[in-house]
């Protein structure tokens, strides 16, 4: 089981990155799938999920408006659009699987995780 995040890098404020997440050892449409990240000395922060029942998405204030989850099933990989990005969102970005039946932004709540790839939002 492995999941795998891409997509990482440095843009200017007001930019746009597309995170990837490949699923590999298990099939992600049974699975909720989350983003969170973490910025140095802070704690991870969930901010976006997506339901394997519905498809529903759900978004934490910080990065409503401006970030988009998406999942293409064929492709066992999960997406986070990110447009409009602030030096605020400078953070290193994990993708998760939860086997819940619940939408949840709670890491604790999440099975399995991506190795993380770093964005970094500076002029």
């Known amino acids: 089981v492995q999941l795998q995040a891409s997509g990482g890098g440095l843009v200017q404020p007001g930019g746009f990155l597309r995170l990837s997440c490949a699923a590999s050892g298990f099939t992600l449409n049974d699975y909720n799938m989350g983003w969170f990240r973490q910025a140095p000395g802070k704690e991870r922060e969930g901010i976006s999920c997506?339901?394997?029942?519905?498809?529903?998405?759900y978004y934490a204030d910080s990065v409503k408006g401006r970030f988009t989850i998406s999942r293409d099933n064929v492709k066992n990989t999960v997406y986070l659009q990110m447009n409009n990005l602030r030096p605020e969102d400078t953070a290193v970005y994990y993708c998760?699987?939860?086997?819940?039946?619940?939408?949840?932004?709670?890491?604790?709540?999440?099975?399995?995780w991506g190795q993380g790839t770093k964005v970094t939002v500076s002029s």
């Open positions: 997506i339901m394997s029942s519905d498809g529903r998405s």
């Open positions: 998760a699987a939860s086997g819940r039946w619940f939408p949840t932004f709670s890491a604790a709540e999440y099975d399995y």
